[in-house]
Each structure stands twice: as C-alpha cells, then as structure tokens.
C-alpha cells in the first residue's frame, strides 16, 4: 500500500502541471490568434483609400472605433447597446496602448468587434479621436507609418 502514495503524487503532480499547462497555452493561443479584420488591415496598403466594410463578413451600418485610452464615460460610448461583457471587456481594453478597438453596430446594437494591433493599424490619431462613430462606408487612409486616418477626397 505504501508503494502507491509516491505513485498517485506523481500522478496528481503531472495531471495538475498538464491541466495548468494547457490552460496557459490556451490562453496564449487565443492572445496570438489575429482577427480577418487584422490579418487584412496588417495587408493593406500604405496611401491607398480603404472602408472597414471591405473586411467585413457581417451587415453592419456604422462602426465606433475605440482607440487606447479613450474615455469609455463619454457619452456616445454609453449610449451604445451592447452586452454588459463586451461593455466590461471595452472598458478594460482602454487602458492596453498596444491596440484598438472597434465596434460593428447594426440597428442602433453592437452586433460583433474586433481588436487591431497598432502595429497592424494605427486608430489613435487625431482625427479619429475627435470623432468614434463612423458609416460603415467611412472612407480611411493608412500612411507610410500605418497611422489611420479618415480619408477627405
């Protein structure tokens, strides 16, 4: 019987080490995984007018773009119906300067997201951080160091 304790420590030790192991290698698989919004904005072009609405697989009418330390009390940002999870998950991901973040609206309700590295697509500019809502056909230019900026024809 005592042959068996070192055997179900090494058991338990293994299984418990597998079991958190996999969990943090989940997690880091999702932190990695890039979105088709940023797997197609990291491919876009430099000085070339683009529209978010050419990446999007959904039926959307406007986007709301929520660049790193945006101000989620503002008032077109609470005024937006979403789930009490993504209004959480916005509100935490402000504080993370290394993306941005943007809102598919349809019908007045957030109908989906995605999160774009600046590196990829940079959305903290001066112009976009005077205006968060956009049509979903806003016209956008990225310049040489993939800053986003709206584009005036």
Excluded: W
């Excluded at 940023?38 to 990446?55: D, H, M, N, R, V």
């Excluded at 959904?58 to 101000?71: A, N």
């Amino acid at each position: 019987m005592e042959n068996y304790k070192p055997a179900c420590k090494v058991f338990i030790t293994t299984f418990l080490v597998t079991i958190l192991f996999t969990s943090c290698n989940r997690d880091t698989i999702h932190l990695e995984q890039e979105t088709e919004l940023e797997l197609s904005l990291k491919q876009q072009q430099t000085e070339q007018a683009f529209t978010i609405e050419e990446y999007c697989k959904g039926e959307y009418d406007s986007l709301f773009i929520m660049s790193p330390y945006y101000y989620t009390r503002k008032q077109e940002f609470t005024s937006l119906v979403m789930p009490e999870k993504l209004r959480n998950e916005c509100e935490s991901a402000i504080y993370n300067e290394s993306i941005s973040t943007i809102l598919f609206i349809s019908n007045g309700k957030v109908q989906g997201h995605a999160v774009v590295k600046r590196v990829d697509a940079d959305f903290a500019t001066d112009d976009i951080e005077e205006n968060h809502l956009y049509p979903i056909e806003q016209k956008f230019i990225m310049d040489k160091e993939r800053n986003v900026h709206t584009y005036k024809e």
